[in-house]
Nanobody
């Protein structure tokens, strides 16, 4: 079992920054692939970024490349999403999720999810 808890969401103006954190606990993270997804009202949950926990390889959806950075602190078992130059279209509930032995960017392939944290960007 894996437990995930997100924090760091809030209300910010366009152009500002936020850093989301996801504290992970439970089983060992060898083979873990950790991702950030988001879901805006009336829309499907979409992939934002993912990271290979051991190798550190990262992936981003095109709309956030150059603005968002995913990273991890292995000692703290914490995943981060630094979000810069935020836009109103980034408004959504952001979820941290974990899959094992896959590099999928599909939400259905992730086994463990946090409760989500709201990010609202005003224009």
């Amino acid at each position: 079992q894996v437990q995930l808890e997100e924090s760091g969401g809030g209300l910010v103006q366009a152009g500002k920054s936020l850093r989301l954190s996801c504290a992970a606990s439970g089983r060992a993270f060898n083979g873990a692939y950790m991702g950030w997804f988001r879901q805006a009202p009336g829309k499907e949950r979409e992939f934002v970024a993912a990271l290979d926990w051991i190798g550190g390889k990262v992936y981003y959806t095109d709309s956030v490349k150059g603005r968002f950075t995913i990273s991890r602190d292995g000692a703290k078992n914490t995943l981060y999403l630094q979000m810069n130059s935020l836009k109103p279209e980034d408004t959504a509930v952001y979820y941290c999720a974990t899959a094992f032995y896959t590099e999928s960017h599909k939400a259905d392939d992730y086994d463990y999810w946090g409760q989500g944290t709201q990010v609202t960007v005003s224009s």
